[in-house]
């Protein structure tokens, strides 16, 4: 499965942004699909998780500003971003998690964002 993910920019603080990540097969075939990022310098973080179900979760630091979402259609997810702040200048992943007898992660290939302050 490949997943690629797509729309990071450059915005300006307040701004927003639509990333999206498009699976090469069915994102049911994923117990969860997410966003994380990679700061400069930083560790890779989650930013936000959305499960088959529909069920999501947040870092704290983007909770009321980005909603993750997802098309089963399209086999796409999506991240909106409302109120960026400089902080969130990071490269952003899209990531599928299986479970299969064990743990599998699929990441995407990561597309950056940088907020101008």
């Known amino acids: 499965v490949q997943l690629q993910a797509s729309g990071g920019g450059l915005v300006q603080t307040g701004g927003s942004l639509r990333l999206s990540c498009a699976a090469s097969k069915s994102i049911f075939d994923f117990y969860r699909m997410g966003w994380f990022r990679q700061a400069p310098g930083k560790q890779r973080e989650l930013v936000a998780i959305?499960?088959?179900?529909?069920?999501?979760n947040y870092a704290d630091s983007v909770k009321g500003r980005f909603t993750i979402s997802r098309d089963n259609a399209k086999n796409t997810i999506y991240l909106q971003m409302n109120s960026l702040k400089p902080e969130d200048t990071a490269v952003y992943y899209c990531?599928?998690?299986?479970?299969?007898?064990?743990?599998?992660?699929?990441w995407g290939q990561g597309t950056k964002v940088t907020v101008s302050s």
């Open positions: 990531n599928g998690q299986k479970l299969l007898g064990g743990v599998y992660d699929y």
């Open positions: 959305i499960t088959t179900g529909g069920t999501t």
